[in-house]
């Protein structure tokens, strides 16, 4: 009998696939008899407008329970005599039923849920905070978290947005989850469904804005056409309780109002402004605000007037305070021309040295939006030393759901904890506790305004971030947001139970993987405070450290054949350490107080230097690679005990992801192993670094169609060389006499899959067929694309489980398609347990 009814659920369960959309909003049936778990009999809602966020949570209300228990309650709007589930805001509730005692503990915002009652009880300061109080009970539900609670919960901080990097043509600046669910052809797109399941997803974790446009903004966002869009995006963002805001192009006024100006001081630029924000908020009455990135990387701003960047500011503050809006501007100001032949020069001083003597002179409604760190999105930095000393500014910090320097959604990395190391480095400001959280919000300097933002780059794929596992950034975000407090493990089980359901395994294995996930990126990416090491001047993806000096981006790492890192001390370098406070500016003036993960950030040292771990530098390199590499690995096998456990469709589509990630992982650790130890001439003490006994080199097979070609940067191919086919027309023949033991291997192939082309390929043995495959990844993976053969485009496939005999012929047989000639770097025969 029981088995019976297992099986039928385990039956149940596998056959809908589930693609993603519904998020951690499924609402699945809970696995136990726990179902009869006393209900309430209806909804009450104390609130009937379609448009407000109590008549929304009364229809999630009905929708979650009907899903989790599989009840249709009524929404009718009368509390009978039996229990009620009751949700509104707490001014309502006076008005129907009397006192609450507990109405003076909520802040704006902030809900009161109680299920202790014969009644539930979900009261919110607003209708907004009634809304998440009713995600919060649905989400108890769905966990089968059933035990009586009561409780208040208050946000850390008033805002809490997410800013989309959406352009007005439709596609998306770092983009990895297909276009915009925003805009298309130049205008706000007509059907907004999914714009108002995206707000629905938001509300859940208690997002309260969405900035819809890229920061590198579009003047043309404001034409007639556009602005009659932003009421329909809000429209259909208002039941959730999420309000639009905008970015705006600083010299909008010339470039699209016809003006002879765009001077932040010039009467008639104010009107200007003043007219079209009233003409937005005649039809978004709601807006939040605006978002300014000025003078940076190109972009208009004050500056160019000889006006202060708070001028700048201002200008927009005035404009929208009437209408109670905000304005976020960006503190990623920074001069992209500094010369890297000038010692003290550094990017990482330019937020302090262009905000500092501002301090003060911004309108209580300009919020300072300060990226984590002082450079850009890195696997580690140290926070900004901006949050020290913007005292009388309101201030919010920049995170990045978007993995843009991460493994932009192909690889798995878990950024909670990085985002939770940030929120509680304390700075120490005057020697007194000073969390960046609390800096933050209110309580560390007292201002008004203050919160975070995150970049989010949702797409129109189903799964709205182009892989299921990224999307525990998105729900922690939110979470942690509203709480910085909590955990990053708490918070990642929340979103597995609710995302794949109970089993003990998916539990364990999926906690296991993304909490290793962000070490083991370092581990293979970039270590000790170097930065992540990707190509900054192409891509953001794969490996290629050379990009990061000599230009005048400054993302330096000042590395040559004996010594490497940024010399950020006071006594020496560019003076950076001494932007912070005293007691952290002392820590990292010195290579003895500074961590070893940050090393490299603070101090240009010898290869040979050694850290508090007693490896020197330059061997820490090669072990960390080769660990993450390991562990990238590992994911595999971790996922992949998840089999008959998790629905085929989504089982399927991560399995994919983690065996690209651990092909890619071998790439990185290869092309930074090899690009130093090139440098340094220092041998890897364990003798692995360019040492592959494993492998048989393409360009060292006979090859008939093909020829060899010297990638670059030479450090993203084995042996510097690859082979192309001679021309795009012409099929390729590469084949080799396998000298290894006759036994069984795992093969794997390292080739390249460049955009604009799916070039075939076969490998045999024996002119036995081991596998057929396309360079098609551009079909598969959201990441940036790569036209070259190179560190982005390096990517393995690996046939288990193989039999060859000493002697054998290996073949493969390529054929070219469009510019991408089937490239093919090295061949790998893998005895048992062995990856290389
Ligand atoms: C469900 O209800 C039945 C009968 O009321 C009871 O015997 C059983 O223990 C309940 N199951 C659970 C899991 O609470
Ligand atoms: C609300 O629903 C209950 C139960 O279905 C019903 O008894 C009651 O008459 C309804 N009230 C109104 C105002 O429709
Ligand atoms: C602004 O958007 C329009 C419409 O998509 C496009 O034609 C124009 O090139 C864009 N301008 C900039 C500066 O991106
Ligand atoms: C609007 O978009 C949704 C979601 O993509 C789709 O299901 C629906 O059919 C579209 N509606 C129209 C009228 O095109
Ligand atoms: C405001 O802008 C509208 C539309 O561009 C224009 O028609 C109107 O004349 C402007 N009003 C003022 C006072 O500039
Ligand atoms: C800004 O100041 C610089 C140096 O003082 C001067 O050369 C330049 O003409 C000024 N620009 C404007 C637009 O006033
Ligand atoms: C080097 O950079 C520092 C800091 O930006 C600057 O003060 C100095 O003038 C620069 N030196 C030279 C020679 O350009
Ligand atoms: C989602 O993106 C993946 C690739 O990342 C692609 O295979 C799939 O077709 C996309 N689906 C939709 C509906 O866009
Ligand atoms: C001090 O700075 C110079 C460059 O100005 C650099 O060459 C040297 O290595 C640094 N010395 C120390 C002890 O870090
Ligand atoms: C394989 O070995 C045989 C005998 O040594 C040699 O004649 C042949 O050219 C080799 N083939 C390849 C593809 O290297
Ligand atoms: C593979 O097939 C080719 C052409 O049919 C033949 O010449 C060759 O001897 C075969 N090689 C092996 C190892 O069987
Ligand atoms: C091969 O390259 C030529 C010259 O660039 C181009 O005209 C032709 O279309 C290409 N052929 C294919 C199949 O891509």
């Known amino acids: 009998m029981t088995r019976c009814f297992l099986f039928l659920l385990l039956t149940v369960r596998l056959a809908t696939a589930e693609d993603g959309a519904n998020a951690w909003l499924r609402y699945a049936p809970l696995p136990q008899a726990n179902n009869n778990h006393s209900i309430p009999l209806s909804i009450v809602a104390l609130g009937n407008s379609k448009s407000s966020p109590v008549y929304t949570a009364g229809q999630e209300l009905q929708k979650g329970i009907k899903g989790i228990f599989g009840k249709k309650l009524s929404t009718n709007g009368t509390k009978d005599t039996s229990s009620s589930i009751v949700v509104g805001t707490i001014d309502a509730y006076k008005k129907a039923y009397g006192d609450f005692d507990e109405a003076d503990e909520l802040e704006e915002d902030g809900f009161f849920l109680s299920t202790e009652g014969r009644d539930v009880l979900i009261l919110g300061q607003n209708q907004r905070g009634a809304l998440y109080g009713t995600f919060a009970y649905l989400s108890r539900l769905a966990q089968n978290k059933l035990s009586p609670i009561s409780y208040v919960s208050n946000p850390h901080a008033p805002i809490r947005w997410v800013n989309e990097w959406d352009n007005l043509d439709g596609s998306i600046e770092r983009g990895y989850a297909g276009p915009s669910i925003f805009f298309r052809d130049g205008f706000v797109v007509d059907n907004v469904t999914r714009v108002a399941e995206y707000a629905r997803l938001l509300a859940s974790i208690r997002v309260n804005g969405i900035v819809i446009n890229n920061v590198n903004a579009n003047a043309t966002l404001l034409n007639a056409r556009n602005i009659e869009g932003l009421g329909r995006l809000a429209d259909a963002m208002r039941p959730f309780g999420v309000q639009l805001g905008i970015s705006l192009r600083f010299d909008s006024p010339q470039t699209f109002g016809g003006l002879n100006s765009y001077d932040p001081l010039d009467l008639k630029v104010d009107a200007w402004w003043a007219n079209i924000t009233n003409q937005i908020y005649k039809r978004v009455p709601d807006m939040a605000g605006y978002l300014v990135k000025a003078n940076s990387e190109g972009q208009p701003g004050p500056l160019t007037y000889n006006r202060t960047l708070a001028d700048g500011a201002n200008m927009f503050a005035k404009a929208v305070k009437a209408h109670g809006g905000i304005v976020m501007f960006r503190a990623f100001v920074y001069d992209n021309h500094i010369n890297p032949g000038n010692w003290t020069a550094d990017r990482a001083n330019a937020a302090v040295d262009f905000f500092q003597h501002l301090d003060g002179k911004f309108d209580d409604n300009v919020v300072v939006q300060i990226k984590y760190g002082p450079i850009d999105f890195q696997v580690r930095e140290p926070p900004s030393p901006l949050f020290s000393t913007l005292r009388k500014t309101s201030t919010a910090i920049e995170l990045q759901v978007t993995q843009e ?36 919000s209110s309580a560390r300097f007292n201002r008004p305004l203050g919160g975070s933002a995150a970049v989010v780059n949702v797409g129109t794929n189903m799964t709205w971030l182009g892989n299921h596992l990224a999307m525990s950034n998105l729900y922690a975000y939110g979470m942690m947001a509203w709480d910085p407090a909590v955990l990053p493990e708490d918070v990642l089980q929340d979103w597995i139970r609710l995302t794949f359901g109970f089993d003990r395994q998916v539990m364990n294995v999926i906690t296991e993987m993304s909490m290793k996930s962000w070490p083991a990126y370092e581990n293979y990416s970039g270590n000790l405070g170097i930065q992540t090491l990707t190509d900054i001047l192409y891509t953001h993806f794969g490996p290629n450290p050379a990009s990061q000096d000599n230009n005048g981006w400054g993302q330096w790492t000042r590395a040559d ?36 993960n940050l090393l490299l950030w603070f101090h240009h040292v010898p290869y040979t230097q050694l850290l508090k771990s007693g490896k020197t530098v330059i061997q820490h390199f090669y072990d960390a690679h080769y660990e993450g590499a390991a562990t990238a690995q590992s994911f595999v096998m971790l996922w992949q005990s998840l089999k008959g456990k998790i629905d085929s469709e989504r089982y399927e589509h991560i399995n994919f992801r983690q065996m690209y990630q651990a092909g890619h992982a071998l790439v990185w650790r290869d092309a930074i192993n090899e690009f130093y130890h090139n440098l340094s001439g220092i041998p890897d003490q364990a003798k692995r670094v360019r040492n592959h006994p494993y492998r048989i080199e393409a360009e060292k097979m ?7 070609y010297a990638v670059s940067p030479f450090h993203t191919a084995s042996g510097y060389t690859a082979i192309v086919t001679t021309s795009n027309s012409t099929i390729g023949t590469a084949t080799a006499n396998i000298t290894y033991a006759s036994g069984t291997y795992d093969l794997a192939v390292n080739y390249y899959d460049l955009i604009g082309g799916r070039a075939n390929y076969e490998v045999s043995i024996n002119n036995r067929t081991i596998g057929t495959w396309t360079g098609d990844l551009e079909d598969q993976l959201g990441h940036a694309p790569s036209i070259y053969l190179d560190g982005h485009s390096a990517t393995r496939i690996t046939f288990k489980g193989v039999k060859v005999n000493t002697g054998d012929i290996l073949k493969i047989v390529g054929r070219p398609d469009g510019i991408e000639p089937a490239p093919i770097d090295y061949v790998s025969f893998l005895p048992p347990g062995i990856v290389d």
């Not at 690889?411 to 609390?438: C, G, T």
């Not at 350490?577 to 500074?594: F, L, V």
């Not at 006979?702 to 060899?708: D, E, F, P």
């Open 405 to 440: 320097y991460l493994g932009q959604q192909s690889h798995l990395v878990y950024l909670a904890p990085l985002w939770k190391e940030i929120f509680e480095y304390d700075l120490r400001v005057d020697d007194r506790p000073s969390k960046v959280k609390d800096i933050i």
């Open 561 to 596: 054949s004996t010594s490497i890192g940024m010399d950020r001390t006071v006594k020496n370098g560019t003076g950076n350490a001494g932007q912070y406070p005293p007691a952290i500016a002392k820590t990292y003036e010195n290579i003895e107080s500074t961590p070893d």
């Open 702 to 708: 006979a090859l008939s169609g093909y020829k060899a």
